[in-house]
């Protein structure tokens, strides 16, 4: 199961849900982004992988950084002919950039099965995946293909369990535990049937309230569910993080669904505050 010595291995740091927080993060700092930074790096990504791509400067941010003058490595940019996937570019110590893209690929690729199954079991809900790597073979496996099939990357012998942190944000109307448990146990099984028996999965819930699931959709698709959640399309009602929700794999849960699920719609705990 998802262990804590895992969870510091966080190797897909640019998934969107981290974007504004880490972006915000790196204003300070002795590593300022100038002008000329932010071409090189764009024309780096142009150079590695083709098309265009487009480093963020996040809305709202003060108008003495909207020029790019002052923001830190690492930063977040995006294809754009793909904006929803952001991912994350630092610098190398002996001079250069690194990135993240294919990772967040992958990501989007296990985004998918999840929202799939999600959507198969007739559940109101939508995810947000990062990937874990334990070695750095096993991400090199995945930054130095051009193209990784998720499913083809699995079915390899040699392909390890896939560590991930799914956050599933549930916007059911008036849901029960026993509803709940059945439909995201149906939806688990199906992951697991997808993803070959060789996914590793901690999982945590947010519970939700929104007048247009789509949009609320799409504004998880480009920010993720972020680890204290806020949304402009909905209104969260409870959450709780993986670390508190649970895990499972091919062998099944660390502990019943169904504790996870009592308390995301009993009581709100104690380090969540609903501002109405």
Wanted: proline fraction near 5%; charged fraction near 25%.
């Amino acid at each position: 199961m998802v262990e804590a010595k895992m969870l510091k291995k966080i190797a897909a740091m640019g998934s969107a849900g981290l974007l504004v927080m880490a972006v915000l993060m790196g204003m300070s700092g002795c590593d300022s982004l100038t002008i000329g930074d932010k071409a090189k790096v764009e024309s780096y990504l142009e150079e590695k992988y083709g098309g265009e791509f487009e480093v963020i400067i996040p809305d709202g941010a003060p108008e003495a950084l909207q020029d790019g003058t002052v923001l830190s490595f690492p930063v977040y940019a995006h294809s754009l002919t793909d904006p929803q996937v952001t991912f994350k570019v630092s610098e190398k110590s002996g001079g250069g950039y690194e990135d993240m893209y294919r990772v967040a690929l992958v990501e989007r690729q296990a985004k998918e099965i999840v929202d799939t199954a999600l959507l198969e079991v007739d559940l109101k809900a939508v995810s947000g995946v990062l990937l874990f790597f334990e070695t750095d073979a096993e991400l090199a496996e995945i930054q130095e293909n051009v193209d990784v099939d998720l499913r083809e990357y699995l079915s390899r012998d040699t392909t390890p369990v896939l560590t991930m942190m799914v956050d599933i944000a549930i916007a059911e109307p008036q849901p029960t535990p026993s509803e709940l448990e059945a439909k995201l146990t149906q939806a688990f099984a199906l992951i697991d049937e997808r993803m070959l028996g060789k996914e590793n999965i901690g999982y945590g819930f947010v519970l939700v309230e929104t007048d247009d699931f789509d949009a609320f959709c799409d504004e998880v698709e480009r920010y993720g569910v972020g680890t204290h959640p806020e949304f402009e399309t909905a209104t969260v009602i409870n959450y709780l993080f993986p670390q508190d929700g649970g895990s499972f794999n091919h062998q099944g849960y660390r502990r019943p669904l169904s504790e996870s699920l009592s308390v995301l719609l009993g009581e709100a705990p104690p380090w969540y505050e609903n501002d109405e």
